[in-house]
């Protein structure tokens, strides 16, 4: 069984910066990569940030310039740097692992952006 435990949410103001982590455990087989998504209310799951083993990354625009995913693959470990935020990210954000035994999820983490 695959855990992902989400830290780093909060509230926030405008501008401001939070750095989300997502540590992963147990028998992951093949880590292919790992990522965040946001769900807002009402709304489906989507994808903020992807980042492959081999360290590929990938963005939605609108975070494009503000946002910085990296891994420490050692660790199955993910974090989502988040700068200049906007109260439009206010959301929770969802950890997502890929490995070749399955897609996992975390439990997420609130994140508000409001003065």
């Known amino acids: 069984q695959v855990q992902l435990v989400e830290s780093g949410g909060g509230l926030v103001q405008p501008g401001g910066s939070l750095r989300l982590s997502c540590a992963a455990s147990g028998s992951i087989l093949g880590l292919y990569a790992m990522g965040w998504h946001i769900q807002a209310p009402g709304n489906q799951r989507e994808l903020v940030a992807s980042i492959s083993s081999g360290g590929s990354t990938n963005y939605v625009d609108s975070v494009k310039g503000r946002f910085t995913i990296s891994i420490d693959n050692a660790k199955n470990t993910v974090f989502l740097q988040m700068n200049s935020l906007k109260p439009e990210d206010t959301a929770v954000y969802y950890c997502?692992?890929?490995?070749?035994?399955?897609?996992?999820w975390g439990q997420g983490t609130q994140v508000i952006v409001s003065s």
């Open positions: 997502n692992l890929v490995a070749g035994n399955g897609n996992y």
